[in-house]
C-alpha cells in the first residue's frame, strides 16, 4: 500500500519548489453558544487540567461541544450534584467549536476562571467604574446584603461600617482584593469630571494608555503635590482641579517619554533655579555668601571669657582676608570652565575662612567691650 | 516670653509632612556621612524651604551600636562612618559637618547613658561616660568657637539625677556654648520639670528636648518656653514611626490609635480632627488607603497634630490654671497633669530661691503624691 512518503510525493502541498501554499490555521473559535438540558450521561470530565477547589459561582456547568462531545470545562460538583439527586439531565451553557484537540479544551478550562466572558477592559475605564460603582452603593438606600455574592447573601460578613460593606461588596463581586479595589479608588480619587474624559478618549486611537503602569508612577507624584496643596490650605475643590490638571500633564509626558518626572525632583531643581535668580549678581560674591549663609538675627554669646591668645587680632588683617576671599570669588564667577563640584569646594571654603573672619571681627569687638566693662557672665 | 520650636526630625526629601516645613533636625551619621549626603540633605532643606535646622551630633546613634554590640570608634584618622559594620564619628567631624550645612544650632559629641533603673548601675553607667561627655562637649565648644562661631551650640545633658547634671556642668561651666540639650528618656513630664529648673536657675537661655513629642512634655515646654527661657525647643520621630505602623495620633492627647487593616472600625466613630488632611475623610477611608498612600497621609496627620497641639499649650500656658484647664480637655489622665501642674506651681512659687530649696519642695510634693 501507500505510505505516507508516497502521497506527499504525488500530491504535492507547494506548486513548485520555494513556492508555499498558504495553509489557512485552524481556528477553534466559538461558532455559537446556548442553554440546553444536556444528558448527564453525555457530559464527560476533562482531566488534562484539574478541576478548580472552589465551586463555580454560575448557575450551570459550562460545557464545550467539541467533535460531537460534551466536555465540562468548568462547575463539575453541579454535575455531581445533580447524578446523585438521580436527574436525567441538567441545564448547561454550551458552548461550541468544531474539532477542537486537547489543548485548545484545556486552554479554554483555565480560561473559564481567568479572562471575563465578555473580554476585558482597559485599566482607566475600571477606575472609572469601580468609582461609579463605589458611589452608587454608599448613596443607595437598598439593604445592601442583596448586592453581595450570590449564594450568600445573608450579610454575615458585613459590620457596621457602610463603607466597609461596599468595599466588600465591590472585592466579592468583581473578584478582586480588597487591596486592589482600594487602589483602584485611590487612583480614581482627584480625578475631575473633565480628567477623566480626556484621558478616556484617549484609548482608541494612543499606542500608549494610561494603564497601570501609568498610574502607578502618577500616584506617587499625585501625593507629593498633594502634600504641598494641603500645606497650601487649599480648598478640596482646587485640589482635585489642580491634581487633575497634573495628570493630565503627567500623562502627556509619559506618552512622550514613556517616563514621569519624580515631582519633588523638579520641584527641588525649580526652587534651586528660583534661590539662584534671587541672588544679586552685581553685589560681590562675598557679601552674597553671607547674606545665603548668616542668619539675620545673628547674636554671638560670648560665654563666661574670651581667651587671651586671640586678642591679637587686627582688622585690617581680616581686611585682608576678605579681599582674597572675594578676589577667589571673582575668578570662580568669571570662569567658564568652572563645573558645579569646583563652585560648591569654592563656596564651602569660602563660608569657611568668612566664618574665621567673623569669628575675629567678634573676638575684637568682644575685647573692645572687656576694656569697657561691658562683658556679663552668665553661668554661676 | 520665649519661643517654642518644634522639630521634625526623620525626614528626607521624599519624606516631607509638609511644605513649607519650619524648623528640620538632622544628624550628622545620617545625613552628614559623605559629600552626596550632605549635598542631598541640603537640597532637602532648599525644598523644603525650612527656617530652622538643627544638627545633632548622633551620639544617640552611638547608644544603638553600643546596645547591639557594634564597633564604635572616635577616631579622627578614620572616615566618619555608619554602617552595619559600625560607627566612627568625633567632634571634629560634627564641626565639619557643621560648616558644610550651616545649621542654625548644633549639638555636640556626646555618649548617651544607657536606660536603667537600679541606682548603682545608674551611677557606674553616669561615672562611666562622664569622661566621654566632658571631653567631647570642651572639643566641640572650642571647635565650634574656632570655625563656625554663629552656630548656636547645644550641649547635651547625660544624667539621670539633677545632681549628676550638676557634676557635668562643673566641667563645662567655663566653656562658649548657647544652651542645654537634653533626652527625655523615661522621665515624665513632672521629673523633667526639675531638670528645667535647674538649668533656668544656672541661667540657661535656651533649651532643646531631645526626642519627645509626648502631651505633658510638650505642655512643660510650652510653660517654661512662656514663663522661664528664652527658647525651648522639642524634636521628634514619633510622626514618622507611628505613621509606618499605622498608628494615627489622636489631635487631643498625642496617644496612638492603630487603623491597620485587620482593625474593625464602627461607623459611629468620627474623626473630629480639624487638620487638613482629615478634614471630610473618615477612619474607614484611611484605614483601607494603598500602605503608601496611607503611610504618606498619616505622617502628614501626626505631625500637623504634634506642631498644633504645641501651638495651642504654648497660647494656654498664661498660668498653671490655664495650662491645667487646657490639657484636662485635652487628657483623660487627671493623675498625672495634677502631677505636673504641682511641680509647676512649687516651681512657680519659689523661683527666686536657691535650687536646693526648689528640689527639696518638689521632691517633698512627689513624696506627698506617692501616698
Redesign the interface.
Known amino acids: 500500500m501507500f505510505n505516507e512518503e508516497k502521497i506527499y510525493l504525488i500530491q504535492p502541498d507547494h506548486v513548485s519548489p520555494g513556492e508555499m501554499t498558504v495553509q489557512v490555521p485552524q481556528a477553534f473559535s466559538t461558532t455559537h453558544e446556548y442553554f440546553d438540558d444536556i444528558n448527564i450521561n453525555a457530559v464527560e470530565s476533562f482531566n488534562g487540567i484539574s478541576d478548580y477547589i472552589g465551586e463555580t459561582i454560575s448557575q450551570c456547568p459550562t460545557v464545550l461541544n467539541t467533535l460531537g462531545r460534551f466536555i465540562c470545562l468548568d462547575g463539575w460538583n453541579l454535575i455531581e450534584e445533580a447524578r446523585q439527586a438521580q436527574l436525567e439531565t441538567i441545564r448547561c451553557l454550551v458552548q461550541v467549536a468544531d474539532n477542537c484537540p486537547d489543548e485548545e479544551i484545556a486552554i479554554r478550562k483555565v480560561a473559564t476562571r481567568i479572562i471575563p466572558a465578555n473580554g476585558k477592559c482597559s485599566y482607566l475605564e475600571t477606575v472609572r467604574n469601580v468609582k461609579a460603582l463605589y458611589q452608587m452603593l454608599m448613596a443607595t438606600r437598598e439593604n445592601l446584603v442583596c448586592f453581595h455574592h450570590g449564594g450568600r447573601r445573608r450579610g454575615n460578613e458585613f459590620i457596621n461600617n457602610k463603607e466597609e460593606n461596599v468595599r466588600l461588596i465591590l472585592a466579592t463581586r468583581l473578584g478582586k482584593s480588597p487591596n486592589t479595589i482600594s487602589k483602584y479608588l485611590n487612583h480614581g480619587e482627584h480625578l475631575s469630571d473633565y480628567a477623566m474624559p480626556t484621558l478616556m478618549a484617549t484609548i482608541p486611537d494612543q499606542t500608549v494608555k494610561p494603564n497601570k503602569q501609568f498610574f502607578e508612577k502618577a500616584q506617587s507624584n499625585k501625593n507629593k503635590m498633594q502634600v504641598d496643596l494641603k500645606s497650601e490650605g487649599k480648598p478640596e475643590n482646587e485640589i482635585t482641579e489642580k491634581l487633575s490638571g497634573y495628570v493630565l500633564q503627567m500623562f502627556d509626558e509619559y506618552k512622550r517619554t514613556g517616563d514621569i518626572q519624580n515631582y519633588t525632583r523638579s520641584q527641588a531643581a525649580d526652587s534651586e533655579d528660583n534661590h539662584a535668580e534671587k541672588l544679586p549678581v552685581e553685589d560681590a560674591p562675598s557679601d552674597s555668601i553671607a547674606i545665603k549663609f548668616l542668619p539675620k538675627d545673628f547674636s554671638y554669646y560670648p560665654g563666661n571669657q574670651a581667651s587671651p591668645e586671640q586678642t591679637s587680632f587686627s582688622i585690617n588683617d581680616i581686611k585682608a582676608d576678605i579681599a582674597t576671599i572675594a578676589t577667589n570669588l571673582c575668578d570662580l564667577s568669571q570662569n567658564q570652565n568652572a563645573q558645579l563640584p569646583e563652585v560648591t569646594l569654592y563656596v564651602t571654603a569660602s563660608i569657611s575662612a568668612l566664618s574665621q573672619c567673623l569669628q575675629k571681627c567678634r573676638t575684637i569687638d568682644l575685647t573692645i567691650q572687656q576694656h569697657e566693662g561691658g562683658n556679663a557672665i552668665w553661668v554661676n | 516670653m520665649g519661643k517654642l520650636e518644634i522639630f521634625c526630625a526623620g525626614v528626607s526629601?521624599?519624606v516631607?509632612?509638609?511644605?513649607?516645613l519650619k524648623n528640620i533636625l538632622v544628624n550628622v551619621p545620617h545625613e552628614g556621612s559623605s559629600p552626596k549626603a550632605i549635598?542631598n540633605t541640603l537640597?532637602m532643606f532648599?525644598?523644603a524651604?525650612n527656617a530652622l535646622t538643627y544638627l545633632d551630633s548622633g551620639g544617640f546613634q552611638l547608644l544603638v551600636f553600643e546596645l547591639a554590640g557594634k564597633q564604635y570608634t572616635f577616631d579622627p584618622a578614620q572616615p566618619l562612618q555608619m554602617s552595619d559594620q559600625g560607627i566612627n564619628v568625633t567632634p571634629e567631624y560634627i564641626i565639619a559637618v557643621a560648616?558644610?550645612m550651616?545649621p542654625?544650632f548644633l549639638s555636640a559629641l556626646d555618649f548617651p547613658i544607657k536606660k536603667l533603673t537600679d541606682k548603682n548601675e545608674q551611677e557606674k553607667e553616669f561615672l562611666g561616660k562622664l569622661g566621654y561627655n566632658i571631653t567631647w562637649a570642651r572639643k566641640t565648644a572650642n571647635l565650634r568657637?574656632?570655625?563656625?562661631?554663629?552656630i548656636?551650640l547645644l550641649i547635651p545633658v547625660q544624667s539621670y539625677t539633677v545632681e549628676q547634671f550638676q557634676e557635668f556642668f562643673h566641667y563645662i561651666?567655663?566653656?562658649?556654648?548657647?544652651g542645654l540639650s537634653m533626652p527625655v528618656r523615661n522621665f515624665e513630664a513632672h521629673e523633667i520639670a526639675i531638670f528645667l529648673i535647674t538649668f533656668y536657675?544656672?541661667?540657661?537661655?535656651m533649651v532643646h528636648l531631645l526626642g519627645t513629642s509626648k502631651l505633658l512634655t510638650t505642655a512643660l515646654a510650652a510653660y517654661m518656653a512662656r514663663h522661664y527661657f528664652a527658647w525651648v525647643s522639642m524634636d521628634s520621630t514619633s510622626w514618622r514611626l507611628s505613621a509606618q505602623y499605622n498608628h494615627y495620633i489622636n489631635p487631643l492627647s498625642l496617644q496612638v490609635t492603630d487603623i491597620g487593616y485587620n482593625v474593625?472600625?464602627?461607623?459611629?466613630i468620627r474623626i473630629y480632627c480639624p487638620c487638613?488632611?482629615c478634614?471630610?475623610k473618615?477612619f474607614?477611608?484611611i484605614k483601607?488607603?494603598?500602605h503608601?498612600?496611607k503611610v504618606?497621609f498619616l505622617r502628614?496627620h501626626n505631625w500637623w497634630v504634634i506642631e498644633h497641639a504645641a501651638k495651642e499649650l504654648y497660647e494656654h500656658s498664661d498660668t498653671v490654671l490655664t495650662l491645667k484647664e487646657h490639657l484636662l480637655t485635652r487628657c483623660p489622665d487627671t493623675g498625672e497633669i495634677e502631677k505636673l501642674c504641682s511641680v509647676l506651681n512649687i516651681i512657680d512659687a519659689l523661683r527666686d530661691r536657691g535650687i536646693e530649696e526648689i528640689l527639696f519642695a518638689c521632691r517633698l510634693d512627689y513624696a506627698d503624691m506617692m501616698i
Open positions: 526629601i521624599d516631607l509632612p509638609c511644605r513649607p549635598s537640597k532648599q525644598y524651604n560648616m558644610e550651616q542654625k568657637k574656632e570655625r563656625c562661631p554663629h548656636k561651666k567655663d566653656i562658649e556654648f548657647d536657675k544656672l541661667n540657661i537661655p474593625i472600625i464602627d461607623e459611629n487638613p488632611w478634614r471630610g473618615t474607614t477611608y483601607n488607603l494603598p503608601t498612600e504618606s502628614c
